[in-house]
């Protein structure tokens, strides 16, 4: 996956690292703030992503769709495709162009709207990595844990550097007797649960 990604794919990624380091530093962000994972948290997902058993790919929070190639890359590797949430307008019409630049439309459909409410929609779910606002989390969790698969896999982003806004959430899964969870020191830190 990590040594033949296309010329496409990681020209892109670049572009998306620029703008998210821009808006970081000059502190007006064009977009609310891309909000991005860095790169080896993208590398761990592709990784997880690729591990996880048969079902849907949902990725809650596609923000420019940097996260999303990542995903990308693992749904190539294993013959997937991916569904990405978005409720923002102006991030999404960016994701698409993102998708379409780096050629991955074949493995990525993009949904424009409140994932809260698509979500009752989805079963059988394999892989989940949501990247949202952090508010949403724990609905987000009560509605994808129930329709993960034996062995499926939910990772929740920020679980470090927001904590003090997860740490209900965080500590639902760590005792939620469906999964196995941890916290991964990762990026920004990553909530990982494994469906039992």
């Given at each position: 996956?990590?040594?033949?990604?296309?010329?496409?794919?990681?020209?892109?990624?670049?572009?998306?690292?620029?703008?998210d380091?821009?808006?970081?530093?000059?502190?007006?962000?064009?977009?609310q703030?891309?909000?991005?994972?860095?790169?080896?948290?993208?590398?761990?997902?592709a990784?997880?992503?690729?591990?996880a058993?048969?079902?849907?790919?949902?990725?809650?929070?596609?923000?420019?769709?940097?996260?999303?190639?990542w995903?990308?890359?693992?749904?190539?590797?294993?013959?997937?495709?991916?569904?990405?949430?978005?409720?923002?307008?102006k991030?999404?019409?960016?994701?698409?162009?993102?998708?379409?630049?780096a050629?991955?439309?074949?493995?990525?459909?993009?949904?424009i709207g409140d994932?809260?409410?698509?979500l009752?929609e989805?079963?059988?779910?394999?892989?989940?990595?949501l990247?949202?606002?952090?508010?949403?989390?724990?609905?987000?969790?009560?509605?994808?844990?129930?329709?993960?698969?034996r062995?499926?896999?939910?990772?929740?982003?920020?679980?470090i550097?927001?904590?003090?806004?997860?740490?209900?959430?965080?500590?639902?899964?760590?005792?939620?007797?469906?999964?196995?969870?941890l916290?991964?020191?990762?990026?920004?830190?990553?909530?990982?649960?494994?469906?039992?």
């Amino acid at each position: 996956m990590f040594h033949s990604i296309p010329a496409e794919i990681q020209e892109r990624m670049s572009h998306l690292e620029n703008l998210d380091a821009q808006d970081r530093v000059d502190g007006t962000p064009r977009l609310q703030r891309l909000r991005q994972i860095p790169p080896v948290t993208g590398r761990f997902l592709a990784i997880m992503a690729a591990s996880a058993p048969e079902g849907i790919w949902l990725e809650i929070g596609a923000s420019a769709g940097y996260s999303t190639l990542w995903l990308a890359l693992a749904a190539r590797e294993t013959g997937r495709k991916i569904i990405t949430f978005e409720i923002l307008e102006k991030k999404a019409i960016l994701a698409a162009e993102t998708f379409e630049k780096a050629g991955v439309d074949d493995v990525v459909e993009l949904v424009i709207g409140d994932a809260c409410r698509l979500l009752p929609e989805y079963r059988d779910i394999g892989f989940c990595f949501l990247d949202a606002e952090k508010e949403i989390y724990g609905e987000c969790y009560d509605m994808i844990v129930p329709n993960l698969v034996r062995g499926g896999l939910l990772i929740a982003d920020n679980a470090i550097n927001h904590r003090q806004i997860l740490q209900p959430m965080i500590d639902r899964a760590l005792k939620d007797s469906r999964v196995d969870a941890l916290v991964v020191p990762i990026g920004k830190g990553e909530l990982v649960c494994r469906k039992l």
